[in-house]
């Protein structure tokens, strides 16, 4: 079935440099996507989210880019800090009951002091 | 506001036990959910409901059972656990909003399941 998917399973940075993490979907029909953090042992955190009709969207430190065109997600970390380590997961929401999500592999972010 | 609870947070069956994982919400959202994860991987859905009531199934429901009596809680049911149920389980629960709902999520802290 179509999915949500990451390119690197591991990303190793900086500390103070900026981090990009990517994310491929295959369901052009996705409408939403959210990006959430997760820490050991701990249940995810959301960052911050998209819509399709957006192709970029700013949080704080975050930068969240959308590419339809390539079904593309990149959530762009600025100045990355060590409590920034942690794995990042891209997840599509799967249609409009309430937080039924597909989930990408995850990517993990380890930054370097 | 505790938020969203689990319990237990450790467990260990053996195959062909049955069990019950508890979920609580105080926050009065409609939506509640069960995922599991393994090892490197992503969230994978079991079983969702929009509301007291009704429930419906995810993208691996095998093996599980749900239900939904009351707003605040959805236990979920494995009926006679296998090896391939050891995982971390997570409950969800959320709100919509026509903004959308991402930063209404709340997951729970999780279960550790290991069936032997």
């Known amino acids: 079935g179509e999915s949500v998917g990451l390119h690197l399973p591991t990303l190793s940075v900086q500390e103070g440099d900026n981090s990009i993490i990517n994310c491929a979907y295959s369901n052009s029909a996705s409408d939403y996507f959210i990006w959430y953090k997760q820490e050991s042992g701990k249940g995810p955190q959301f960052i911050i989210d998209?819509?399709?009709?957006?192709d970029k969207r700013q949080g704080q430190r975050v930068t969240v880019l959308l590419n339809k065109t390539v079904k593309h997600l990149s959530l762009q970390i600025a100045a990355t800090q060590p409590g920034d380590s942690a794995v990042y997961f891209c997840a599509e929401n799967l249609g409009n009951a309430g937080n039924m999500l597909t989930f990408g592999g995850g990517t993990r972010l380890m930054v370097k002091p | 506001n505790a938020g969203v609870t689990q319990t237990p947070k450790f467990q260990v069956l053996k195959t062909g036990q049955s069990m019950t994982l508890q979920c609580a919400q105080d926050m009065n959202h409609e939506y509640m959910s069960w995922y599991r994860q393994d090892p490197g991987m992503g969230l994978r859905l079991i079983h969702y409901s929009v509301g007291a009531g009704i429930t419906d199934q995810g993208e691996v429901p095998n093996g599980y059972n749900v239900s939904r009596s009351t707003t605040e809680d959805f236990p979920l049911r494995l009926l006679s656990a296998a090896p391939s149920q050891t995982s971390v389980y997570f409950c969800?629960?959320?709100?919509?909003?026509?903004?959308?709902?991402?930063?209404?999520?709340?997951f729970g802290e999780g279960s550790w399941l290991t069936v032997v």
């Open positions: 969800a629960s959320s709100y919509w909003t026509l903004q959308g709902f991402g930063n209404t999520i709340y």
């Open positions: 998209i819509r399709s009709n957006m």
